[in-house]
């Protein structure tokens, strides 16, 4: 059974760092493209980062108001995708949300809460 767990969000001052753990399990291959959305209250969930397989280039992507402050990466040997942030605004409050992409079916985890405030 395939499973997401994140870990790693808590509360954090503005201008702080945070970095988000999602670890798969479950999967037979690591052909399995992984992104982070977040969703603010009362807001659609939106894609911040993605990464895309090994096999495809590890490229990544972000959406524009984190580029530079946010970085994916994945430990395929772990089965792990981080999110690291830093330079953290009160508009990256959310519960952030990881999911992954495998033949053509999209699988997500529970979500972990962050929190930027002073």
């Known amino acids: 059974q395939v499973q997401l767990v994140e870990s790693g969000g808590g509360l954090v001052q503005p201008g702080g760092s945070l970095r988000l753990s999602c670890a798969a399990s479950g999967f037979s291959d690591s052909e399995y493209a992984l992104s982070w959305y977040r969703q603010a209250p009362g807001k659609q969930r939106e894609l911040v980062a993605a990464?895309?397989?090994?096999?495809?280039?590890?490229?990544?992507r972000y959406v524009d108001s984190v580029k530079g402050r946010f970085t994916v990466s994945r430990d395929n040997a772990k089965n792990t995708v981080y999110l690291q942030m830093n330079s953290l605004k009160s508009e990256d409050t959310a519960v952030y949300y990881c999911?992954?992409?495998?033949?053509?079916?999209?699988?997500w985890g529970q979500g972990t809460q962050v929190t930027v405030s002073s």
């Open positions: 999911k992954a992409r495998w033949w053509d079916s999209d699988y």
């Open positions: 990464i895309t397989t090994a096999g495809a280039g590890g490229s990544t």
